[in-house]
């Protein structure tokens, strides 16, 4: 069982679900509810204005549905960037507020009297997201994009993985408490673009210079800044019990977007 079914991950689980044959032990309840935001493609605009809030409610929501359903055992879908956050990197004040109530959600989970473990995912990107899309317009429009630093490096993750990795904990059920699923090489959201921008044809990217951050404020919100200000500090481990990428890189995973893409058409 699902919860966040309308998201994009959601397709993809859904998706990997039907042709993996991934068999599970009773009941499991897999919460995606708070992962719409947890891709650095959105420029922001993917957070509520009241997103701590309703980080803790969703959050709420989904124990009182397992309860309702009777569910064995639940999936906690959480963010890598709460690690790097809690390892010492450095989180601005509009982040913080959302960092923090991922924890006080993560707590609560574990704290609910449920068999239940958080699966914290890299920045998610695929062949489903939206946004991806936008982008590759954007580029072959020569329209620059905020980049961030380049040597601020964040953990990424393709959403076949992500899928896989829900998956599997929703029927492996792992005793940790709190693991990780990312892919195995941590890039700048510089770097990621970058190549991305390289394969759908525009050679030469350009970049937003950090001081019109004033001027694209309405197009590229403040938490999309922070998001890319905060560095991987150290690996994302524990991992996934069993699990490993299929894409364990940018380079891989975005080949296979285009690739998808192709196919589609």
């Not at 050679?203 to 001027?215: D, E, K, V």
């Not at 905060?230 to 940018?250: I, Q």
């Amino acid at each position: 069982m699902l919860t966040g079914q309308r998201t994009e991950l959601a397709s993809a689980v859904a998706r990997e679900h039907r042709d993996g044959g991934h068999g599970g032990r009773g009941r499991a309840l897999v919460n995606l509810a708070l992962q719409a935001p947890n891709t650095l493609l959105h420029d922001g605009h993917a957070w509520r204005p009241d997103a701590p809030a309703h980080v803790i409610s969703s959050t709420r929501r989904m124990l009182a549905e397992a309860g309702r359903t009777r569910s064995g055992f639940v999936v906690h879908g959480s963010y890598a960037f709460v690690g790097n956050a809690e390892l010492g990197g450095h989180v601005d004040d509009g982040l913080r507020d959302i960092v923090e109530a991922a924890q006080v959600a993560e707590r609560m989970v574990l704290a609910s009297g449920r068999r239940a473990c958080v699966v914290r995912l890299g920045y998610l990107y695929g062949p489903e997201y939206g946004d991806l899309l936008a982008y590759r317009r954007a580029f072959r429009l020569g329209r620059p994009y905020w980049a961030g630093p380049k040597d601020n490096l964040q953990h990424h993750l393709h959403s076949r993985d992500a899928a896989r990795a829900l998956l599997l904990a929703a029927a492996r059920r792992p005793k940790a408490d709190v693991v990780y699923a990312t892919d195995g090489e941590p890039a700048s959201f510089a770097e990621f673009m970058d190549h991305f921008a390289h394969l759908v044809g525009r050679s030469r990217p350009l970049h937003l210079p950090r001081f019109t951050a004033p001027l694209v404020r309405p197009v590229v919100r403040g938490l999309h800044r922070q998001m890319v200000d905060l560095a991987a500090t150290g690996p994302a481990v524990p991992r996934l019990p069993g699990f490993e990428p299929m894409y364990p890189d940018h380079r891989s995973g975005l080949a296979q977007v285009i690739e998808a893409w192709q196919q589609s058409r």
